[in-house]
Every structure is written in C-alpha cells, then in structure tokens.
C-alpha cells in the first residue's frame, strides 16, 4: 500500500505546479518575439544577446552542486562500490558505440545530400574560418589530467563538469567506506540538494528573458541571406538528427526498455523547449538529472550517466562533425573517397572528447581537428560559421535526447529502474514537483543504507 503514498504526496502541491504552465508558455511568447526583433532590428537583436548569456550563467552556476549532491547521495546509498563501477563501464561503452552509430549515419546521409558541391570560398572566409580552431581542445593525456581540480573546491569554480563528478566519486566512496558515522554528512548533502534545486525553481522564472535575448541575437546575427544559402546543408543535418533519434534510439528505447520515446519525450517537454530558445543543452541537465530521478531511475545511474553523458555521449555533435566536414571538403572541390572519410572522423570522434567542457564546442572542435588532421579543410569552416547557432540547436537537442534515453537504458541494463514507477510518470499519475524538483517521498531512503539494500535503490 505504499506505493499509494506518492500518488497522495503529488497530489497536494497540483495548484502551485499550475503557475509553472504560464511561464512555459511565456518563453514560447519570448522566443516568437525574439525571432520578430532579430529580423526586423537585426542589430537591436544582437545587442540583447547577454540577456541570453545571462540567464544560461545562472543555470550553468547550479550544475556542479547538483551533479556533487546527486553522485554523492546515490554513492552513500549503495552498500557495494563494485555496482558503482558496473554503471560506469557500461556507460562509457554505450556512449561509445552509439557515437560510432551517430557518426555512420551522417557519413550516409552526408554522401547521398553532397550539400557543398558547386560552393565558392572567399578570402573573407578562410581567415574566418582559421579563427575558429580553439586552443582549449586538449590532447588526449593532457585532457585526461585536466579532469583532476587543483583544489578539492575549484572543482566547482572551473565549470568543469568532469573534475566536479571526480571530486563527487572520492566523497561518495569515502562517506560509503564510512558506514553509519557518515550518515550525518549524507542528511547535511540531502538538505543543501534541496536548497540548490529550490534555488533553480527560482531560475526559472528567468526563462523566458534568456530565451527572448539569445533568439533575437541568433536570428538578428544569422539573417535570412544565410539561412538561404545553407538550407539544404542545415535541412539535411535536421532531418539526419531526427531519424538518428526517433529511429535508432526510439528503436533501443522500445526494444530494451519496453517505453516509447514519444511518451519519454513528452515528459521532457519542457527541457526541450529550454534547449530550443537557449541553444545550450547544458541549461536543462539540472532538470534532467531530477526527472531521471523522479522518473524511477536510481540516483548511481543518474549521477554518474547524465554528468558523463554531457561530456562523451555527443550524439549530436558527433552527426554535425560529420555532415560539415564532407560539406565542407566539397564546397572546396576537393571530395574525399569513403577510404579518406573514416580515419578523419574517427579522428574528430577522439578530438572531440578531449574538448569536453570547451565552450562553442562544435564548432570549435571541427575546426581544430581539422587543422590538425587534415589543414586543407580549415579554409572552408568559415562557410558554416553564419549558420553554426541554428545549427547548434540541433545539436544540443539530439545530445540531450541521447543521455535522457541513454540514462533509461543504462538504468534497465543495470536493473536500477523502477518500471512499475516510469509506467505511472509517463501516463501522468505521478506529476513532477515543479516548485521543489525532488520527490519528497523518497529522500528517507539515503538515510538508512544498512535496512535498503541494493533493490531500495530503484525506488529512488
């Protein structure tokens, strides 16, 4: 009968929850009104970008504290370190095949379109395009090193999310070598969680500023003369995006975890609609982190998926590099043979986990793995640098696609999903808590590890 008790907990707070409607619709109103200014007064447009900026700071502040919080809970709450471990190996090993997988299909898509034949490059645009290569991309032992803080607190100073979920691991086994004495410590994380997530509800109602400002500043920059002469590059990135998600991953999503991903991404909605008017993915990881959770997927599996997800399982990027770079060896008339195409994009699949957490990191991570693979093709990145922000919401809305349903199926493969639980979530018996992002009924469960065993973690 206890199950009952959500159902009844959830059911209380249904009034608060309603004002959070009117402010989703009021960022699809700022988006409308972005798009209009950005092409009536495109330079008044660009002009309100830091609004934009701003409001993805503010989110981007609360990501290390939830990420700590979330791995540090889930860890403390589970009795045996090698479980911990097993969703790791098999998170890392999926985000790599399904890059593989991502990376295929638009090499298929990108030989059948050829976007870029008949393209004339200019001067202009290969100094613009050379001013690309970022110099933050790190090679692969010194990306690796980087993930280690210089302190045990600038791991959330760097807006580094890979030295955040170090330091979350070493705390998180440490408090679980500590049995019963770490508890203290466990309810003292629990209480500063709900402090961050409350204070994220709060964010939010600036959501609609954000979008209003980063759209007027995309459209007003971009204008129409360059959405026109890269339709068919960005239609046919579009729609390679949409059949990787509702094909290949709706396929996995049906087959191994018995949930169809329209459902899935009904729940998600909202992040989605977050990621479309602010183009960064990352603005919408703190609540995907605690839909996840709320969906039934145990808390390892949440806080150790979504994190590394963020920085390894780029399905989207991984498309992009793919489709711009034959795009772009085109437009020069110089087309590559398949026997040429493989090693440059398993070159850019290395290149672009070492750029994890680099800023811009599509664009920037194309034009330096070009520079350092193949030079020649530098040249052209400036032909896709207008249309790049249109380009990136594609991208970002794939990737974050790819870790909500790569985080269910790592939770089904693992057994720490409660299907009994996503079945009432996604039919809308157990509404999510807009006004505070946690399940109250849920959190005594992080106090008591020695009663809960492994199994208690699915209820989470």
């Known amino acids: ?17 309603d004002r959070t409607h009117y402010l989703y619709i009021a960022v699809i109103v700022a988006v409308a009104l972005g798009i209009a200014v950005g092409l009536i007064w495109p330079d008044a447009g660009v002009e309100l970008k830091p609004l934009g900026t701003g ?5 981007k502040m609360m990501i290390s504290p939830i990420i700590f919080c979330t791995i540090v809970l889930g860890i403390g709450s589970v009795r045996k370190a090698a479980k911990v471990g097993a969703v790791g190996g098999i998170a890392l090993g999926y985000f790599v095949v399904m890059s593989l997988v991502a990376l295929a299909i638009g090499l298929v898509v990108g030989n059948i379109l050829h976007p870029g034949d008949g393209l004339h490059i200019t001067n202009a645009l290969k100094a613009t395009g050379h001013d690309q290569v970022d110099g933050e991309a790190l090679p692969p032992v010194e990306f690796v090193l980087s993930i280690i803080p210089v302190t045990f607190v600038s791991a959330f100073t760097q807006e580094q999310v890979l030295q955040t979920l170090l330091v979350a691991l070493l705390t998180g086994f440490a408090l679980q070598s500590m049995g019963s004495m770490g508890q203290p410590v466990l309810r003292g994380i629990e209480h500063i969680q709900r402090l961050v997530f409350r204070i994220l509800a709060m964010v939010m109602w600036a959501a609609p500023i954000g979008a209003f400002g980063a759209i007027a500043a995309v459209v007003g920059s971009a204008g129409l003369d360059a959405l026109k ?12 995006c949409f059949l990787f998600v509702f094909i290949v991953l709706g396929a996995l999503l049906r087959v191994i975890a018995g949930l169809n991903i329209f459902s899935l991404f009904k729940y998600l909605a909202r992040e989605f609609l977050l990621i479309l008017s602010t183009s960064s993915s990352e603005s919408a990881l703190p609540r995907l982190i605690a839909k996840m959770e709320h969906l039934g997927v145990s808390k390892p599996v949440v806080g150790i998926t979504v994190p590394t997800g963020y920085s390894f399982n780029l399905d989207g990027t991984m498309i992009y590099m793919t489709m711009a770079s034959l795009y772009i ?3 020069l008339g110089t087309p590559m043979s398949i026997g040429e195409q493989i090693p440059l994009l398993l070159f850019l699949l290395l290149a672009s986990k070492g750029a994890a957490g680099v800023s811009g990191a599509g664009l920037a991570t194309l034009a330096g793995g070009l ?10 990145v400036g032909l896709i640098v207008g249309i790049d922000r249109f380009m990136s919401e594609a991208r970002a809305l794939t990737n974050f696609a790819g870790n909500a349903v790569a985080t269910v199926l790592i939770g089904t493969w693992t057994k720490e999903i409660d299907t009994d639980r996503v079945q009432q979530v996604l039919a809308g018996e157990l509404p999510f808590d807009e006004t505070t992002l946690l399940d109250d009924d849920v959190q005594p469960e992080v106090e008591v590890p020695e009663q809960g065993g492994e199994k208690e973690l699915a209820k989470a």
């Open 329 to 331: 060896a085109d437009a």
């Open 1 to 17: 009968m206890a199950a009952r008790t959500p159902e009844t907990a959830h059911a209380a707070p249904a009034g608060k929850r």
């Open 55 to 59: 409001f993805v700071n503010l989110i």
């Open 371 to 380: 520079q350092s693979h193949k030079p020649a093709l530098v040249d052209g």
């Open 229 to 240: 002469s890269l339709a068919i590059l960005m239609l046919g990135f579009y729609v390679t």
